[in-house]
């Protein structure tokens, strides 16, 4: 019963901002499913493909989804996944982690404030 | 759709990626941005977003998959619980006046940035 309120709960996130739902999904396995870490973060990776793919399919029928952006950025971003994760073993992840930070608060406030 | 577009879009795609990859973020929260810059509407943007970060999570799956981390039967509850919480959030976002939308994700990133800056700064180097 739990699993279906963290469900519901990841795809009305996922959905409205258009992003995965990992961010509501992770945190709720780990606090009030008993999750370890990583298996939180591979069955959340598996539960967002069935999340995502709903939430394209539904917006496909209101006319918002563009297939061409979507090739353009996510088929080079899936690469770019694969390097990503293999260099986290061998830069300073911490401290490049607060420029990251700075980089996503400088775009949230662009997009707050245009 | 130009040829810069095409050359920049390719870019900041491969650039989302990487970054997702390393800070452990989902490749969404930099693909609506993305999108955004490159022309399309905050919902445009959304929807799209979502059908782009199928490969990079499909990828991911398979990935955890063989490191043994994915347990299926509950990832399959997960994810068909979430289709009635994605017919809500789609029904909330194509009501919504885009600046709205655009500005609750501006706050969504804030929080973000929040909470990466956070785990960064207690988890002992």
Redo the contacts between chains.
């Keep these: 019963m739990r699993?279906?309120?963290?469900?519901?709960?990841?795809?009305?996130?996922?959905?409205?901002?258009?992003?995965?739902?990992?961010?509501v999904?992770v945190p709720l396995l780990l606090l009030a499913?008993g999750y370890a870490e990583?298996?939180a973060?591979?069955?959340?990776?598996?539960?967002?493909?069935?999340?995502?793919?709903?939430?394209?399919t539904?917006?496909?029928f209101?006319g918002?989804?563009?297939?061409?952006?979507?090739?353009?950025?996510?088929?080079?971003?899936?690469?770019?996944?694969?390097?990503?994760?293999?260099?986290?073993q061998r830069?300073?992840?911490?401290?490049?982690?607060?420029a990251?930070?700075?980089l996503?608060?400088g775009?949230?406030?662009?997009?707050?404030a245009? | 759709?130009s040829p810069t577009?095409?050359a920049v879009?390719?870019?900041?795609?491969?650039?989302?990626?990487?970054?997702?990859?390393?800070?452990?973020?989902?490749?969404?929260?930099l693909?609506?941005?993305?999108?955004?810059g490159?022309g399309?509407g905050q919902?445009?943007?959304?929807?799209?977003?979502?059908?782009?970060?199928?490969?990079?999570?499909?990828?991911?799956?398979l990935?955890?998959?063989r490191?043994g981390?994915?347990?299926?039967r509950?990832?399959?509850?997960?994810?068909?619980?979430?289709?009635?919480?994605?017919?809500?959030?789609?029904l909330?976002?194509?009501n919504l006046p885009e600046d709205v939308l655009?500005?609750?994700?501006?706050?969504?990133?804030?929080g973000?940035?929040?909470q990466?800056?956070w785990?960064?700064y207690s988890?002992k180097?």
């Design positions: 699993l279906v309120a963290i469900g519901a709960a990841a795809g009305l996130f996922s959905a409205l901002f258009g992003v995965g739902g990992g961010i999904i499913a990583r298996p973060t591979g069955t959340s990776l598996a539960a967002i493909g069935i999340t995502a793919l709903a939430g394209t539904l917006y496909a209101e918002n989804v563009d297939v061409g952006y979507a090739a353009l950025v996510g088929l080079p971003a899936a690469a770019g996944a694969i390097a990503g994760a293999s260099l986290q830069v300073p992840v911490r401290a490049l982690t607060f990251f930070s700075s996503l608060t775009v949230g406030i662009w997009l707050i245009t | 759709m577009t095409v879009g390719l870019a900041l795609g491969l650039a989302a990626g990487i970054l997702a990859g390393l800070f452990g973020v989902g490749g969404g929260i693909f609506v941005p993305t999108l955004v490159l399309l919902l445009d943007a959304e929807a799209t977003s979502l059908l782009a970060i199928l490969p990079t999570v499909a990828a991911g799956a990935r955890q998959h490191y981390n994915v347990r299926w509950d990832a399959a509850l997960l994810g068909v619980s979430s289709i009635v919480g994605v017919q809500a959030g789609v909330i976002a194509t655009r500005r609750l994700f501006g706050v969504l990133l804030l973000v940035a929040a990466l800056a785990r960064a988890s180097a």
